[in-house]
């Protein structure tokens, strides 16, 4: 094997695992900066897990490089324990310490934010949800949808991007959808067919049709950079949804190693999917962590939140052992995730 087939297998598996390293670093970043500002003590910021590559103390913080780039941490004065230090996090008001843990991952959403607008300005064209033409012989356009129809909901969904469009299509369990459309100014229900094909066992409707899309200006790129980033985000909230009500099973799930893979397929094709598969991530990692789950941010924010309400603490036995018992599940459904992922690979 020559060092170029090596380097162009090896390459984007790297680029992947450095981008989900910069999602660890904008989220750890986000609760570093947050605390700075609220004046609380920082006593280690460190970029990666395991043994330590080298480390440096600066202004009582010390910041570490260690060698399994998958990981990383903001650590705190106080953060998970009692401390006498006025600038420790335990000790400060409650709209501080909110701020501070939810820092991580609006960081994340900014950041999912930011890739969707250089998605958006490298297009050509900005994407509507209006039909513009059909490809020979499309079946959709012989269930009644025509050119000009600019479609409004699909199955109940609504749609607002051409994004969303192709959301609604890849969740139909058949060929078959319900859209609703407007035209001339009225909204027309459809019962729209499609072909499918097949995937490693998985049926999808072919799309049949293009979008219209319109000359960029600043205004409407920015719009639609929002809508986009909207976009998927409803799609984090759907695949939840989809795993609470049995449309998918754990099995279905990918953890960090099916992540990779999925990140360092895109590099091989292009840089639009690997800039798509990079936003839905970040997005997801985003909210995800804002979810009111033990162990996570959104916990802490949801206890936080029941502080400055009822102006009495979780105490820190019950909280130490709620979170110790949500991080204890979570690296087991990782485990899960993960080992799936691997036998998936092989």
Known sequence: M???????????????????????????????????????????????????????????????????????????EGEDEESEDKNAFVNKKVWQRIFVVVAGAVMNLILGFVIVLIIVCSQNLV????????????????????????????????????????????????GTVDMVVTRDGKDVDLQVEFET??????????????????????????????????????????????LLTGRYGLSDLSGPVGAVSVVSDAVKTSVYSMLRIMALLTINVGLFNLFPIPALDGWRFFVLLAEGITR???????????????????????????????????
């Not at 087939?5 to 981008?19: G, Q, R």
């Open 127 to 174: 994407g509507t949800t209006q039909v513009a033409k059909f490809d020979d012989a499309a079946v959709s356009s012989q269930s009644g949808l025509q050119v000009g129809d600019t479609i409004k909901s699909i199955d109940g969904m609504r749609v607002y991007t051409t994004n969303d469009v192709q959301t609604g299509l890849s969740r139909s369990p058949d």
């Open 2 to 76: 020559s060092l170029s087939s090596i380097w162009n297998t090896v390459y984007p598996i790297l680029i992947a695992i450095l981008f989900f390293e910069l999602i660890i670093i904008i989220h750890e970043g986000g609760h570093y900066f947050a605390a700075r500002l609220m004046k609380i003590k920082v006593n280690e910021f460190s970029v990666g897990m395991g043994p330590k590559i080298f480390q440096f103390t600066h202004k009582g913080t010390k910041y570490t490089l260690r060698w399994i780039l998958f990981g990383g941490y903001c650590s705190m």
């Open 312 to 346: 009495k603490k979780l105490p820190a036995k019950a909280e130490y052992i709620i979170n110790a018992v949500g991080l204890v599940l979570l690296l087991g459904l990782m485990c899960v995730v993960t080992f799936s992922d691997i036998t998936r690979l092989f």
């Open 197 to 242: 094909d097949e995937y490693e066992g998985t049926r999808y409707i072919v799309m049949d049709f293009w979008l219209r899309g319109v000359e960029k200006t600043f205004g409407n790129v920015i719009v639609q950079t929002f809508k986009e980033s909207v976009s998927y985000a409803r799609m984090v909230f759907l695949s939840v949804h989809d």
